[in-house]
């Protein structure tokens, strides 16, 4: 059998998995992940979580982190939102320290 270097990690979650974390973090009992980001029966979504750095930090503390707090205060996302679920992820995994940096894998199947 072949061998080969691990890099980094890949979570698998399904979409009531996500929908929980963000129950549980961000106190967000309605958020419906398929619904937010339209996605259809039978995806999957990959995301990699990793730590901000440079542009991508500039960018995140501009537009996405303010846009995830209003969320966690409102429930709801600006009309032209900077957050899908790989944001939510990057937030719980770098803000909160909820989740580990990795891959992400979301499977959207019901």
């Known amino acids: 059998m072949e061998q080969f270097t691990v890099l ?4 698998k979650l399904d979409y009531n998995e996500f929908e929980e974390l963000v129950r549980k973090y961000l106190n967000q009992d309605t958020y419906n992940v398929i619904a937010e ?7 999957h979504h990959l995301f990699h979580v990793k730590p901000f750095n440079g542009y991508e930090l500039d960018y995140y503390n501009k ?3 303010p846009d995830i707090e209003s ?7 600006k009309k032209y939102h900077t957050v899908g679920a790989g944001s939510l992820l990057e937030y719980l995994a770098d803000e909160l320290l909820a989740i580990p940096f990795g891959y ?7």
């Open 71 to 77: 969320f966690i205060i409102t429930g709801k996302f």
């Open 63 to 65: 537009f996405t982190k």
């Open 8 to 11: 980094e990690k890949v979570y």
């Open 37 to 43: 980001n339209e996605y259809s029966n039978y995806e």
């Open 104 to 110: 992400y894998i979301l499977e959207i199947n019901w």
